[in-house]
């Protein structure tokens, strides 16, 4: 089901695309920072995935009653973050599309203004990144040190990729993330990573904005947001591997560089993507499955990050490299088993400053 605002603005700046499960209330109070904006030229493009909370008449009674033009479209069937994601850009007309989480918010009533003003002081932009706030604990994370272009080219897409991971602040030229649709990835929940890195590897030019722009993880009292931190542990647990949907973010930065031609230089960005996996990645997740769940499920989600599993059944490195990446996955495990969590999380802004740095 398909539900428009009546509106002559076919071409607005900014269309801030939402993908939606459930989350009514959380979702309605994003909307409720969006309607604050001095910025009035977007639209807001939300792809519902069959929520199941009876939230659809409460959503659009808002959107209806808030002046700002919107799409709302409710699918039939669960697809999942990837299809929502997806569908929530086909749903929109911008210039530039705003992705968004459906529990983030805009930082304050100035914020599409800030990202406009930024945006056309530069020539080329396709890729924005901002920074956010955490509303749980009020740590700021800067993934953007200072506001310049960042460059642009398969090398860069390959340094910068990581950046996309926490969905909410990017910002995407929206003809060619519409260009770039496709299902290949679904399951992945990485989907802006795709169409970033598809993005900068063809030429688009990456702008970094400093300033907190995003909300992240709106507080509702008596509410909470559900998340690997807020499910039970597993009683009883096997070694066996535990493959998530981070297993798969080498294929997709694989699919955002197929654009670049076969060869040496494209083996060496492959190689780069990797070693970041797991210098950083990786070994994160490792350390917060230990808190979170134990030190076996921990292991089992480290069993299923062999680069035997993830890497070579999508892309054929040459012996050697293959040997590096298999010294790497090793180092990653004594990385992320042995560092005590109290030392990790003691040291955890410094790595994080190095993990970031461009």
């Given at each position: 089901?398909?539900?428009?605002?009546?509106?002559?603005?076919?071409?607005?700046?900014?269309?801030?695309?939402?993908?939606?499960?459930?989350?009514?209330?959380?979702?309605?109070?994003?909307?409720?920072?969006?309607?604050?904006?001095?910025?009035?030229?977007?639209?807001?493009?939300?792809?519902?995935?069959?929520?199941?909370?009876?939230?659809?008449?409460?959503?659009?009674?808002?959107?209806?009653?808030?002046?700002?033009?919107?799409?709302?479209?409710?699918?039939?069937?669960?697809?999942?973050?990837?299809?929502?994601?997806?569908?929530?850009?086909d749903l929109s007309n911008g210039k530039y599309i705003l992705l968004m989480g459906n529990d983030d918010g805009l930082m304050n009533s100035n914020t599409l203004k800030l990202m406009h003003n930024n945006i056309?002081?530069?020539?080329?932009?396709?890729?924005?990144?901002?920074?956010?706030?955490?509303?749980?604990?009020?740590?700021?994370?800067?993934?953007?040190?200072?506001?310049?272009?960042?460059?642009?080219?398969?090398?860069?897409?390959?340094?910068?990729?990581?950046?996309?991971?926490?969905?909410?602040?990017?910002?995407?030229?929206?003809?060619?993330?519409?260009?770039?649709?496709?299902?290949?990835?679904?399951?992945?929940?990485?989907?802006?990573?795709?169409?970033?890195?598809?993005?900068?590897?063809?030429?688009?030019?990456?702008?970094?904005?400093?300033?907190?722009?995003?909300?992240?993880?709106?507080?509702?009292?008596?509410?909470?947001?559900?998340?690997?931190?807020?499910?039970?542990?597993?009683?009883?647990?096997?070694?066996?591997?535990?493959?998530?949907?981070?297993?798969?973010?080498?294929?997709?930065?694989?699919?955002?560089?197929?654009?670049?031609?076969?060869?040496?230089?494209?083996?060496?960005?492959?190689?780069?993507?990797?070693?970041?996996?797991?210098?950083?990645?990786?070994?994160?997740?490792?350390?917060?499955y230990r808190r979170e769940q134990s030190w076996c499920y921990s292991f089992g989600i480290y069993r299923a990050l062999n680069?035997?599993?993830?890497?070579?059944?999508?892309?054929?490195?040459?012996?050697?490299?293959?040997?590096?990446?298999?010294?790497?996955?090793?180092?990653?495990?004594?990385?992320?088993?042995?560092?005590?969590?109290?030392?990790?999380?003691?040291?955890?802004?410094?790595?994080?400053?190095?993990?970031?740095?461009?």
């Amino acid at each position: 089901m398909l539900k428009k605002s009546n509106t002559n603005n076919l071409r607005p700046y900014f269309s801030i695309c939402i993908p939606q499960y459930n989350r009514t209330d959380f979702l309605i109070k994003a909307l409720v920072t969006f309607k604050k904006q001095e910025f009035k030229d977007f639209e807001v493009c939300i792809y519902d995935d069959n929520s199941n909370d009876n939230g659809m008449d409460k959503i659009i009674n808002y959107l209806e009653n808030s002046n700002m033009n919107y799409s709302y479209y409710k699918s039939k069937n669960n697809g999942r973050y990837d299809v929502s994601l997806r569908g929530s850009i086909d749903l929109s007309n911008g210039k530039y599309i705003l992705l968004m989480g459906n529990d983030d918010g805009l930082m304050n009533s100035n914020t599409l203004k800030l990202m406009h003003n930024n945006i056309e002081n530069y020539e080329n932009i396709s890729v924005v990144v901002t920074n956010y706030i955490v509303l749980t604990d009020g740590e700021k994370v800067m993934r953007i040190p200072e506001t310049k272009t960042y460059g642009s080219g398969p090398l860069t897409a390959a340094s910068f990729f990581r950046n996309y991971a926490f969905v909410s602040g990017i910002i995407l030229n929206g003809d060619k993330a519409r260009e770039l649709s496709t299902d290949r990835l679904d399951g992945s929940e990485m989907y802006q990573m795709y169409l970033a890195t598809s993005i900068v590897s063809m030429g688009g030019e990456i702008l970094g904005i400093k300033d907190i722009c995003i909300q992240k993880d709106l507080q509702i009292q008596g509410q909470e947001i559900d998340s690997y931190k807020t499910h039970a542990k597993v009683s009883k647990c096997s070694l066996t591997p535990r493959k998530l949907p981070m297993s798969r973010i080498f294929e997709v930065i694989l699919v955002g560089l197929e654009s670049m031609p076969e060869g040496r230089k494209k083996e060496e960005c492959l190689l780069l993507i990797a070693k970041q996996l797991y210098m950083y990645t990786y070994p994160y997740w490792v350390i917060e499955y230990r808190r979170e769940q134990s030190w076996c499920y921990s292991f089992g989600i480290y069993r299923a990050l062999n680069p035997i599993n993830i890497i070579n059944n999508v892309y054929q490195f040459t012996f050697y490299n293959k040997f590096k990446l298999t010294v790497s996955y090793i180092l990653s495990g004594i990385a992320g088993f042995l560092i005590p969590i109290f030392i990790f999380d003691k040291f955890r802004p410094f790595l994080y400053k190095i993990a970031k740095k461009q």
